[in-house]
């Protein structure tokens, strides 16, 4: 049985972990205990042995599914010929935050007539690492995974084979029937097996925690349904025991049907982080913001000459790629734990932590001494630095020149002074500054085709890039080149209303990036194009899935590639939807 396509997923999660649930109500994807943990269900990479959850009608039914407003709980409607059932789907929370174990609640009502429902717990061999195994303790059959420890409470087990590792049954859902089906998880520690009754209180608490936090989410701009739903998807990819912003919730789907492309995303990007900061401190979501900095900081602090593009989401550096025996979505493959690129240098991601001390200080905030001490070393590395070729924003292999790394450099110097003007860092901003105007003459000189009318991607090459298109909010370029830019790039770049990142990506199998439709729209209103961006938003709002959520690439006809859900892509909305609301004024 073949994995669900990527667009058919909804994600809920607890602020550690996050559970993909497909349109047939089978979670195929779920890491225990943490995010960046091995998934104990993974029948998403591996359709075998991964491991699943289903609880689905026995008979034919069509789906109709919706968060609850202002949450990150689902709620999905099954219609048969015989009835109708409504399931919601929760990792629940306790009554202080966070619980201590993994508590995945499943509430059945029957809402008309009578269904017959079959439900399954599964857990697989977390990408061939474990073999799942029975185990009976006073009564009770527990599973283990490695050291995970997994029970069920609710609904009776009736798998006939008791060494067998998986729980299941049938339920009959009458009219007016309320039931939970809980699945609980502990690694390494104890198992609390807790009671129907107080599992369908929680969930009813973890909605009312996620409507408590939309409360404190301020925006009334355009698009704002669409951009609080991007919010709260960024918000459960907040790794909330750090404060790190993981980039997805996957590894490995991929960005191409020949295989190759498959990248673990559960790191935190400096670049993803810096955007994360600007939006919720935009939305006035206090605690987040500064959960974000403060990880990031500690992450980064000691020499800036080891800035890293990408860390660990409980602060660890370790990224060593690790290939694992299944075959992956679909059959594409690698299935690969670990990124690569952590090790890369990019320059661009020098602007990115800048842009993030300035976010912070700029929302009213104060630096400490480290951090304003770290603020003049990373500007005086960059006067130094800039010059040298990098693997750029795309994490390719070969050293170049990028044009959107040198903007990237000038963006950090003029975050710098803007810092220092705020009297929150130390240094020499009059060096900065000279350096800052040294970058945009160099970048106005070689980085420039008079050919494709275009900021290339490199220096003295004729190759496009849409990453230039974050360098028109940033300020580095709103003029005539950025708008001739914009052209190029959706002349050679475009396909309807998305862009691939770069040229030859799309001979190298890729499909349309997401993220840089978005910057895109944003880039239109920076030149001063904004009917034309806001059309621009309203085609690509409606291209989210059901639920609302984007994953990494798309194609034209809506199917989705690359990793989900995917933070950049909705930080994209969120930062097109605010350029544009603060340019209309």
């Not at 408590?212 to 951009?227: C, E, I, K, N, Q």
């Not at 990224?319 to 059959?331: I, K, R």
């Not at 292999?397 to 950090?412: D, F, I, N, P, V």
């Amino acid at each position: 049985m073949d994995a669900a396509a990527i667009e058919d997923h909804a994600a809920i999660g607890d602020g550690r972990t996050v559970a993909l649930i497909d349109l047939a109500g089978t979670v195929d994807w779920l890491p225990i205990p943490s995010l960046d943990s091995p998934p104990v269900f993974a029948s998403l990479l591996d359709s075998g042995r991964g491991g699943r959850m289903q609880l689905h009608p026995v008979s034919e039914f069509t789906i109709q599914r919706r968060y609850l407003p202002g949450t990150n709980v689902l709620e999905s409607t099954f219609t048969t010929a015989s009835g109708t059932v409504r399931v919601t789907d929760a990792l629940v929370t306790g009554v202080a935050g966070r619980l201590p174990w993994l508590e995945f609640a499943r509430r059945i009502e029957g809402v008309d007539g009578t269904v017959v429902m079959d439900w399954s717990v599964e857990p697989g061999t977390a990408l061939g690492t474990w073999s799942p195994w029975a185990e009976h303790i006073d009564g009770n059959r527990i599973l283990r995974v490695g050291t995970v420890n997994i029970g069920v409470t609710g609904l009776a087990d009736t798998e006939h084979d008791l060494q067998a590792p998986r729980f299941g049954g049938r339920i009959r859902v009458g009219t007016g029937t309320r039931r939970t089906l809980t699945v609980v998880a502990t690694f390494d520690e104890p198992l609390h097996l807790p009671k129907p009754e107080n599992v369908d209180l929680s969930i009813d608490r973890t909605a009312s925690n996620w409507e408590l936090w939309s409360r404190t989410f301020s925006y009334s701009g355009p698009w704002a349904d669409t951009v609080h739903r991007s919010a709260l998807a960024l918000k459960l990819l907040l790794y909330a025991p750090t404060g790190a912003v993981a980039a997805a919730a996957t590894t490995s789907l991929p960005e191409s049907s020949r295989g190759g492309k498959n990248w673990d995303y559960r790191f935190a990007w400096v670049r993803d982080t810096a955007y994360s900061l600007r939006a919720l401190a935009r939305f006035g979501l206090r605690e987040e913001t500064h959960a974000a900095i403060s990880w990031l900081l500690q992450a980064v602090k000691g020499d800036p000459a080891e800035l890293r593009v990408l860390y660990g989401l409980r602060n660890e550096s370790d990224a060593e790629p690790v290939v694992h025996d299944v075959p992956g979505w679909h059959g594409i493959g690698p299935v690969v734990t670990g990124n690569r690129a952590a090790s890369q240098l990019q320059l661009g991601v020098y602007g990115d932590l800048l842009s993030i001390a300035l976010a912070y200080a700029a929302a009213g905030n104060v630096l400490d001494v480290p951090t304003r001490r770290l603020v003049s070393d990373v500007a005086d590395r960059v006067c130094d630095v800039w010059r040298q070729p990098d693997s750029g924003m795309w994490e390719l292999s070969e050293l170049r020149h990028h044009t959107s790394s040198k903007m990237g450099c000038w963006q950090a110097l003029q975050a710098a002074q803007q810092l220092a003007e705020l009297g929150q860092a130390n240094g020499t901003p009059e060096r900065w500054r000279r350096e800052a105007e040294l970058i945009h003459e160099w970048v106005d000189e070689h980085c420039w085709s008079e050919r494709l009318g275009a900021y290339t991607m490199v220096a003295g090459e004729d190759e496009l890039d849409a990453s230039v298109l974050l360098h028109a909010p940033s300020g580095f370029d709103r003029g005539d080149r950025m708008r001739s830019t914009i052209a190029a790039l959706r002349r050679d770049l475009g396909r309807g209303p998305l862009l691939f990142r770069f040229t030859g990506a799309e001979a190298e199998g890729e499909r349309p990036f997401v993220a840089c439709s978005f910057w895109l729209a944003a880039a239109l209103a920076c030149v001063g194009e904004l009917d034309e961006a806001t059309t621009l938003m309203d085609d690509l709002v409606a291209r989210a899935n059901d639920v609302g959520l984007y994953a990494e690439m798309m194609d034209e006809d809506g199917t989705f590639w690359g990793n989900f859900p995917q933070a950049l892509s909705h930080l994209g909305l969120i930062d097109a939807a605010l350029t544009i609301a603060d340019l209309r004024g």
